[in-house]
């Protein structure tokens, strides 16, 4: 009998923590309970996320690319990581697109003169001074538009597209005014892209692809008026409405991914990245898209910091610029850190609002799935051991292509998109005690990743 | 053995019909089953009222007392009566309060430059020209502005106070700027008056009920914003806010009750009056307040004559006038028929959303309750049988004081706080079938109550 068993299983398991070649023979839950234990109930102990979450919100507001507030809001969480006690706080120069909204606004002339709840999509062009004021065109589909014919030209479109999916939904947004350009249109309207809504237009980012097609205006109208237009075009009424809109696209602008580290203590070069997005769409305050994510993952290593729980690879907090209109942080990262991607373990990432988590959503190989399946079942305390695979978030993106494994925070969906690029995406959408179990869903992932002997495999992912 | 019986249940049955001296032995729901059954189907049958409510609301908008719309839609109303085949159809006159909102706004100063969501409080004064440019306390309750004390004077008070019932919480609205005033406030806002908020401010009726007491401006704030306000304030932050309001109160202005009826064929003089408010507040629709109700009132009694169903009683449909900021409408209308008030049966309203009817509150004696509530059985098909003591409605409130029976519709209440008083107060949070169920509970109701041999006793309700 080996020495080890005749000492009994309390001194078994002793020993088995200071052996990592025995203990790998443990699955990882077993092996982790204690310290994922402690981190959750960190986590769910008190509101510090949240209320710093409330005070840069409070303090720096919407923090669109380009804009003092987001470059503010940057400058303030490096800050606030040093006084963390975090390691290598910096930030990392990308530059990133710079639009600006300008004023704007839409009326209704015919059959009513009254103001429409507008707004414009980001990256879209000016209206000429003065505006347009053109006769509408309601259409549900691009069959409908096909079939309208000759008449779209010199109108305007407006896509009255209920909302399904965001994927499926978010194309009108994305290609309306392409389409209604090449319709001969001369701005194209949205109904938002939301779930619900209470006269609370949507933003987003829309793209003008094709430079042989006129670039003309694209906003959206809230779900009630894009519904009320469609109504009365039903009647056979003539429909005419003024649009104004300031937008410019300017220069690119610098900005930065943030970033801090808790250093590895045996594999430093060795990589856990825990990430959410600072920038936001300029209305609201970009509380839920994507403030908590970016707060909840910071918190997640501010709370192993605390709790001295340090990993032997390095797990790095990276709160990244320009999500919304351009992805330029998670590019820049990308090309960055290049050489280093072959030893980024993980790239986690929340940007699904900080609600009720349920797991995660991974992209990766089979094998490293089933390891954090094991991790996973830690997270059997706060209800969120889903692991499973899913889409991807935006800015770890361009390292998943690569081959990074990679994870999404999957929680309760129901009202994201009543809120997202909204004004009503602010602090009170989101529950402390729901943000914590967020921040403890990552932290755990995160810390196992960075700590376990085994090291998950890379795979580049199938083109799509 | 008596000659009906023995011809056998079918000819007693028949022969009862037509004698109602044995007729009232039977229980109303047994007499009436086959009238409620029609109304119901042809209620259930089509989108008739919906349509008709999009229909006046894409085309003349929000109806406050004193607009242009309001009269506008006055007489589209009685205009279309007259098509449906209604008798008697003429407007009541009253005069109603005029108040107008004017250019307003809201800017927080400090401790970040940003616009607030607001909207003025019916009848507010304005600010000076160029606005109030003030330091803001913010207070949850009398008594911490009691605490607050002289620091109040020269101030704008926030009252941040939480949705509980709207009974409780409207106070703030209704008394909120007086408590303001007495502590020597320079203006007064309120969290808006909803159960939940996407940014969408809720006005509604302040009041100036002092005149010792110096009349300062009102206005109410985004749930969202107040609770920033709250927050920047809890952490020691300096708040400054800058607010416009052009409010004006002009001289009464003529309005009308819109009124129309099916003439009794027995009793012509005898009454039951069924009832919705066509006036709303100046944003949104008022599609849910109370476009729908008085729409669908309306219905229930086209419905009736569709169907060839002519009751005993007159059956009146009446349009109130000035139910948000005056009930002119409801007081004109008893002094109007102040001496027929004693024939008046039964005053139905409904003002609570054309939602999922659960049947209607009542006020009145409990005779009157009893045999209420053998007609409420008939609307067992649509699951709208409650029948229970409650509060009344404002428009047959006086004729309710004076003894006349009332009938509320008592529906799902769950959104109605989200919408009222707002922009987001439009068609489409309502759905057909369940304003269809709306229709047929307060036909049902109506017709039985008209037609029936007995008549609902008058009891003065107690003073409260």
Same mark, same amino acid.
């Given at each position: 009998?080996?020495?080890?068993?005749?000492?009994?299983?309390?001194?078994?398991?002793?020993?088995?923590?200071?052996?990592?070649?025995?203990? /790998?023979?443990?699955?990882?839950? /077993?092996?982790?309970?204690?310290?994922?234990?402690?981190?959750?109930?960190?986590?769910?102990?008190?509101?510090?996320? &949240?209320?710093?979450?409330?005070?840069?919100?409070?303090?720096?507001?919407?923090?669109?690319?380009?804009?003092?507030?987001?470059?503010?809001?940057?400058?303030?969480?490096?800050?606030?990581?040093?006084?963390?006690?975090?390691?290598?706080?910096?930030?990392?120069?990308?530059?990133?697109?710079?639009?600006?909204?300008?004023?704007?606004?839409?009326? @209704?002339?015919?059959?009513?003169?009254?103001?429409?709840?507008?707004?414009?999509?980001?990256?879209?062009?000016?209206?000429?001074?003065?505006?347009?004021?053109?006769?509408?065109?309601?259409?549900?589909?691009?069959?409908?538009?096909?079939?309208?014919?000759?008449?779209?030209?010199?109108?305007?479109?407006?896509?009255?597209?209920? *909302?399904?999916?965001?994927?499926?939904?978010?194309?009108?947004?994305?290609?309306?005014? @392409?389409?209604?350009?090449? !319709?001969?249109?001369?701005?194209?309207?949205?109904?938002?892209?939301?779930?619900?809504?209470?006269?609370?237009?949507?933003?987003?980012?829309?793209?003008?692809?094709?430079?042989?097609?006129?670039?003309?205006?694209?906003?959206?109208?809230?779900?009630?008026?894009?519904?009320?237009?469609?109504?009365?075009?039903?009647?056979?009424?003539?429909?005419?409405?003024? @649009?104004?809109?300031?937008?410019?696209?300017?220069?690119?602008?610098?900005?930065?991914?943030?970033?801090?580290?808790?250093?590895?203590?045996?594999?430093?070069?060795?990589?856990?990245?825990?990430?959410?997005?600072?920038?936001?769409?300029?209305?609201?305050?970009?509380?839920?898209?994507?403030?908590?994510?970016?707060? /909840?993952?910071?918190?997640?290593?501010?709370?192993?910091?605390?709790?001295?729980?340090?990993?032997?690879?390095?797990?790095?907090?990276?709160?990244?610029?320009?999500?919304?209109?351009?992805?330029?942080?998670?590019?820049?990262?990308?090309?960055?850190?290049?050489?280093?991607?072959?030893?980024?373990?993980?790239?986690?990432?929340?940007?699904?609002?900080? *609600?009720?988590?349920?797991? *995660?959503?991974?992209?990766?190989?089979? !094998?490293?799935?089933?390891?954090?399946?094991?991790?996973?079942?830690? @997270?059997?305390?706060?209800?969120?051991?889903?692991?499973?695979?899913?889409?991807?978030?935006?800015?770890?993106?361009?390292?998943?292509?690569?081959?990074?494994?990679?994870?999404?925070?999957?929680?309760?969906?129901?009202?994201?998109?009543? &809120?997202?690029?909204?004004?009503?995406?602010?602090?009170?959408?989101?529950?402390?005690?729901?943000?914590?179990?967020?921040?403890?869903?990552?932290?755990?992932?995160? &810390?196992?990743?960075?700590?376990?002997?085994?090291?998950?495999?890379?795979?580049?992912?199938?083109?799509?």
């Amino acid at each position: 009998m080996h020495r080890l068993l005749r000492r009994g299983a309390p001194a078994l398991l002793a020993a088995l923590a200071l052996a990592p070649h025995l203990a /790998a023979q443990q699955p990882l839950d /077993a092996r982790y309970r204690d310290a994922a234990n402690r981190l959750i109930g960190a986590a769910l102990a008190d509101s510090f996320a &949240y209320n710093r979450l409330a005070t840069m919100v409070d303090r720096f507001g919407n923090r669109l690319s380009g804009s003092a507030s987001l470059e503010a809001t940057i400058d303030w969480a490096m800050e606030q990581m040093r006084a963390d006690g975090l390691q290598n706080v910096h930030g990392e120069a990308v530059m990133v697109p710079h639009w600006v909204r300008g004023e704007e606004s839409a009326e @209704l002339v015919l059959p009513r003169a009254v103001p429409l709840h507008m707004i414009g999509l980001g990256g879209s062009v000016a209206t000429p001074p003065g505006g347009i004021t053109a006769d509408v065109i309601v259409v549900g589909s691009e069959q409908e538009l096909a079939a309208r014919g000759a008449e779209a030209r010199g109108k305007i479109i407006l896509f009255d597209v209920p *909302f399904t999916t965001y994927g499926e939904t978010v194309r009108w947004r994305t290609a309306g005014a @392409l389409a209604a350009a090449k !319709a001969g249109a001369v701005a194209a309207l949205i109904r938002s892209v939301s779930s619900f809504s209470m006269q609370n237009p949507h933003t987003g980012s829309m793209r003008y692809p094709d430079s042989t097609v006129a670039r003309i205006p694209g906003a959206a109208v809230s779900v009630e008026d894009a519904m009320m237009l469609h109504r009365m075009q039903a009647r056979g009424e003539r429909i005419r409405v003024h @649009l104004t809109m300031g937008a410019r696209t300017l220069p690119d602008a610098p900005s930065r991914n943030v970033v801090a580290e808790i250093v590895g203590s045996e594999r430093p070069d060795e990589v856990v990245v825990i990430s959410g997005h600072l920038d936001s769409w300029d209305v609201g305050t970009g509380a839920m898209d994507d403030g908590g994510g970016s707060v /909840a993952a910071w918190e997640a290593v501010r709370l192993m910091h605390r709790l001295g729980l340090r990993p032997r690879r390095t797990v790095r907090v990276v709160l990244w610029t320009n999500e919304e209109n351009g992805t330029r942080g998670g590019q820049g990262y990308r090309d960055q850190h290049r050489g280093q991607l072959d030893r980024h373990m993980l790239a986690i990432e929340s940007d699904n609002g900080v *609600f009720r988590p349920n797991g *995660f959503r991974f992209q990766g190989s089979d !094998a490293a799935l089933a390891t954090l399946r094991q991790i996973a079942r830690l @997270l059997e305390p706060i209800g969120a051991t889903k692991m499973d695979p899913g889409e991807g978030e935006a800015d770890v993106g361009p390292m998943i292509a690569l081959g990074v494994p990679g994870l999404g925070l999957d929680v309760d969906g129901t009202r994201y998109f009543w &809120y997202h690029h909204s004004s009503a995406d602010t602090l009170d959408k989101l529950d402390p005690q729901e943000m914590a179990r967020c921040v403890a869903a990552m932290a755990v992932m995160a &810390y196992v990743v960075a700590d376990m002997p085994e090291s998950l495999p890379h795979q580049v992912p199938a083109a799509r």
